[in-house]
Every structure is written in C-alpha cells, then in structure tokens.
C-alpha cells in the first residue's frame, strides 16, 4: 500500500538513492563521449533541482558538466637543480570538485549566473554535475521577488567569489 502524504519529488528522491546501475552506466557513456560542459533540456534530478531552487520558466537553464577525477597535482621540476623544499609535489588546488563544475559552467555562458549545483554521477574517470543557471536579465526573473536579488549588481560572478554554497563549503563555511 502506498503512503498518501509523499509527493512525487518524495519519491524520485528515493529512486535516486538505489538507481538502475545499467541504465546510469549506459547515460554516463553517452556523456563522456560529449562535450565537457551542455546544456540539457530538463533537469535529471528534478527533486534535487526543484529544492535547490530550479523552477520551469524563462530565465532558467541547466548545464551538465564532466570534470576529470584524480588529484590535481604540481608537476614536478624536471629542469635543473633544485633545492629539496622546492622538489615537493603538493596539492594544489583547495576546490572540490563541485565548485570547478561550477566555475567552468560560468565561463561558457557568461551572461548567466550559477544558481546552485548537484551531483549526478561518477565512473572511473569522470564527474558529473548539473548547474542550475539563471539570467539575472530576463523579466521573469526581475519580477520574480525569491530571485529578483540575483539581479542586483553586488551578485554579479558570485561563483568566482565562493558565494555559491559548494564554494562556501570549501571555503570552510557551512
């Protein structure tokens, strides 16, 4: 017997917490074949978009984007002699992954701004991400008075300062 009182974002939650591995799989393959960052019609998480608030109107757009797994690391010096504090291969970047898909979504569509973001998968080389975008130009998103303060100028590239929250969270905020 089904419960009444969950809602259908209720319930593609919980499909997504068990999904079909075949299908995920077949869908990952695809995407790696593509390009890094494209654009998708309609969310695959639509539970997760909607809470993190994507809504189906103009202004909005949602971009997948493939980040290559592995530890971004210093390369080391290869040249002449070098002391041994400078022979170190040490991390370097102190960003999750989240917030470079994010960053990298930001820098193809410029005029767009980086809403929030979710994790969609992984296989043994890649990420993947959806970035929820919106155009801080469009009307509907001025009128909008729960999104109408992206408009203002102050939140201009927000996601290159670490405003969005993946980025507060490597920042150590949250």
Known sequence: MINMTNGMYHYIGESWKK??????????????????????????????????????????????????????????PRKARKKGRTLAIKKILGMSYQWVAEQRANRKFKNLEVLNSYFIGKDGVNYFYEVILIDPERPEIKNDKDLNWISKPENRKRVFRGLTSAGKKSRGFK
Request: aromatic fraction near 6%; charge should be positive; hydrophobic fraction near 35%.
């Open 19 to 76: 999904p079909d591995s075949k299908y995920i799989r077949e869908m990952m393959m695809e995407w790696r074949k593509g390009e890094t960052v494209v654009k998708v019609e309609k969310p695959l998480r639509l539970d997760r978009a909607r809470i993190l608030g994507y809504k189906a109107k103009k202004g909005f757009t949602v971009v997948r984007v493939r980040i290559l797994r592995g530890g971004r690391k210093r390369p080391r």
